[in-house]
């Protein structure tokens, strides 16, 4: 559609009809999504919807770099806990332990941190009683 809207045409009929002649040329047949139902039609309306569904899809954080890092640690303790092997649950400690303590030497922007390095040997403790067998 490179040709511009004659001065003399009305825009709802020139748009009309650059319309219905793509449709007719097949222009629209081979589009993703083509005789789907539009996703999220039923949610309530968001003026920012396409804001957050392009960060969801290049998952991008939204939060603020201290918060960010709460939840990361929230989630290393959770994988932590859950590794299979006392090696595994010790790098994962070991990886957050050292990003809570870079932002503990150099405060990023936000609210305040509110952390400190986990103790492995609490961790360990945790994961061993969830685990129930006692085995490392």
């Given at each position: 559609?490179?040709?511009?809207?004659?001065?003399?045409?009305?825009?709802?009929?020139?748009?009309?009809?650059?319309?219905?002649?793509?449709?007719?040329?097949?222009?629209?047949?081979?589009?993703?999504?083509?005789?789907?139902?539009?996703?999220?039609?039923?949610?309530?309306y968001d003026a920012d919807w396409w804001i957050k569904e392009?960060?969801?899809?290049?998952?991008?954080?939204?939060?603020?770099?201290?918060?960010?890092?709460?939840?990361?640690?929230?989630?290393?303790?959770?994988?932590?806990?859950?590794?299979?092997?006392?090696?595994?649950?010790?790098?994962?400690?070991?990886?957050?332990?050292?990003?809570?303590?870079?932002?503990?030497?150099?405060?990023?922007?936000?609210?305040?941190?509110?952390?400190?390095?986990?103790?492995?040997?609490?961790?360990?403790?945790?994961?061993?009683?969830?685990?129930?067998?006692?085995?490392?």
């Amino acid at each position: 559609m490179t040709e511009r809207k004659p001065r003399v045409s009305d825009f709802e009929s020139w748009a009309d009809r650059q319309i219905r002649e793509a449709e007719e040329r097949g222009d629209f047949r081979d589009l993703p999504g083509f005789g789907k139902p539009l996703a999220g039609v039923d949610r309530p309306y968001d003026a920012d919807w396409w804001i957050k569904e392009k960060m969801r899809r290049e998952k991008i954080s939204f939060l603020p770099p201290t918060l960010a890092l709460r939840k990361e640690a929230e989630d290393a303790l959770t994988a932590a806990v859950a590794a299979r092997t006392e090696e595994e649950a010790r790098r994962i400690v070991h990886e957050i332990n050292d990003k809570i303590a870079a932002s503990l030497r150099r405060p990023p922007p936000g609210p305040p941190l509110g952390l400190v390095p986990f103790d492995i040997d609490d961790v360990l403790a945790a994961r061993q009683e969830k685990r129930g067998d006692g085995l490392s």
